[in-house]
């Protein structure tokens, strides 16, 4: 019999809309055959599901929530495939109840997420059965999970981003610089906390593209690693939060805010998620 792997089950579940465990039982009675495990989920009524399943989800909202502490706190994005879709009340209301899963549960991947219990199925369930009701691939498309001292949720641009931030302190005046940070997050999009998260391959590429510039310029070679250097440290300052001006008070960086207001105070990490 052909080995199911987690692989396999993924790219059946993307392309059907089914339930990961539906799904893995399909491949398994089909014996990794994913035509005959089609059929086989079509015969359990997802045949919308599957029909639409080569149509992109690109609107959708994203909704950010912590808990009653405000130590933990999640952001999802549900993605669908109209604006006027993403702008029903109910869709909004579905995706909702899905992040309440998930911050009571704090599951550790998207799988476990959708594998959860909301009300009589899980939520894997939920999402195909809403692409019956609905007409459109809805897709339950990332989540993300915070925990830290205090954690602030913040959702932009009627719910087309979301933002939960991470402090290493509680009180009202860390919280109101969490909001601003969101706020800063959503605008700015940093792709790392510091320099320290960025990824090497991205610190490799930026190099390089620093010393081709430099060379194009006609910079003498000894000189470009050093100049490659310098436009690495532009692209932290430009792309890491605590480097980045303050959208509030371009004079100061976002370390330099958050230390105005306590000179320990720091953003632990953050999940930005949005839709497009």
């Not at 909202?61 to 999640?74: F, M, S």
């Not at 899963?101 to 704090?106: D, M, R």
């Amino acid at each position: 019999m052909s080995k199911i792997t987690a692989a396999d089950v993924k790219k059946l579940r993307d392309q059907t809309g089914a339930g990961m465990m539906d799904v893995k039982k399909a491949l398994v009675e089909a014996e990794g055959d994913t035509e005959k495990a089609i059929d086989l989920l079509r015969k359990q009524g997802q045949k919308l599901s599957v029909r639409r399943a080569e149509r992109e989800a690109k609107e959708g909202v994203v909704i950010a929530k912590v808990n009653e502490n405000k130590d933990q706190g999640v952001v999802i994005r549900l993605s669908c495939e109209t604006d006027f879709v993403a702008k029903n009340e109910e869709f909004v209301k579905f995706a909702d109840r899905i992040a309440d899963v998930a911050l009571e549960n704090l599951p550790e991947s998207l799988d476990e997420l959708l594998g959860l219990q909301m009300d009589d199925q899980d939520i894997a369930g939920h999402v195909t059965n809403q692409v019956g009701v609905i007409g459109e691939k809805i897709e339950l498309a990332e989540y993300a999970k915070l925990e830290a001292e205090t954690v602030i949720p913040y959702i932009h641009m009627g719910y087309r981003a979301g933002v939960i931030v991470g402090l290493n302190q509680k009180g009202d005046a860390a919280e109101e610089a969490g909001r601003n940070v969101a706020m800063q997050i959503a605008a700015m999009k940093p792709i790392a906390l510091d320099k320290e998260g960025v990824d090497q391959a991205v610190i490799d590429r930026e190099i390089e593209i620093g010393k081709e510039q430099a060379r194009q310029e006609g910079k003498p070679e000894n000189i470009i690693d050093r100049i490659a250097e310098g436009k690495l440290n532009r692209f932290f300052e430009d792309n890491t939060l605590l480097l980045q001006d303050y959208v509030k008070d371009g004079k100061q960086s976002v370390k330099e805010y958050l230390q105005s207001v306590d000179k320990e105070l720091t953003v632990t990490d953050f999940k930005h998620l949005e839709i497009g």
